[in-house]
T-cell receptor, first 110, second 117 residues
């Protein structure tokens, strides 16, 4: 499985936008980019996913580089409830097994 | 909403006991997965299934076994629990990869936190 690389931690102020980066230089043409977040004592929660084009949903936006070797999860206005570990993973076109990395721990300051 | 259920939520058990961790989903998903996660660490895939009677081992070697006799049910069994099995076990499912739902997201349960004494 292709690997992803994320910063270990990031901080943000409440109400400000947050840009969480992810590098996936070995991505294959059929890999989708997925983002999940995990709150303490819970299972990961789906946030967003995309293939080539930028994507928006009610939770966040996903910006995908033209060469697809990196992507950025954008939280438009961080809230205290957005504090979590954010995972960027690659899933193949058949939605098979996926490998999680260490993720980014996001701290949101009031 | 909880469409994927794991029981028990917490389990403390003695060494040598046989245990089964239950996982059920009501979404009709064909693919199901078991991940193992130690506190503050990443998730490791230990088993997965693409459908009934299909099971495969994941990236992390595990002494546990799984079965998939029904679409909605994917239990994980440890024949003889050891302290090294102490961890959180997370079950997930995803839908069929065809048409509009190709590459559908993973849906996770809230996990079973296992402690073996």
């Amino acid at each position: 499985d292709a690997k992803t690389t994320q910063p270990n931690s990031m901080e943000s102020n409440e109400e400000e936008p947050v840009h969480l980066p992810c590098n996936h230089s070995t991505i294959s043409g059929t890999d989708y980019i997925h983002w999940y977040r995990q709150l303490p004592s819970q299972g990961p929660e789906y946030v967003i996913h995309g293939l080539t084009s930028n994507v928006n949903n009610r939770m966040a936006s996903l910006a995908i580089a033209e060469d697809r070797k990196s992507s950025t999860l954008i939280l438009h206005r961080a809230t205290l409830r957005d504090a979590a570990v954010y995972y960027c993973i690659l899933r193949d076109g058949n939605a098979g097994k996926s490998t999680f990395g260490d993720g980014t721990t996001l701290t949101v300051k009031p | 909403e909880a469409d994927i259920y794991q029981t028990p939520r917490y389990l403390v058990i003695g060494t040598g006991k046989k245990i089964t961790l239950e996982c059920s989903q009501t979404m009709g998903h064909d693919k199901m997965y078991w991940y193992q996660q130690d506190p503050g660490m990443e998730l490791h895939l230990i088993h997965y299934s693409y459908g009934v009677n299909s099971t495969e081992k994941g990236d992390l070697s595990s002494e546990s076994t799984v079965s998939r006799i029904r679409t909605e049910h994917f239990p994980l069994t440890l024949e003889s629990a050891r302290p090294s099995h102490t961890s959180q076990y997370l079950c997930a499912s995803s839908g069929p990869g065809t048409g509009a739902s190709i590459n559908s997201p993973l849906h996770f349960g809230n996990g079973t936190r296992l402690t073996v004494t």
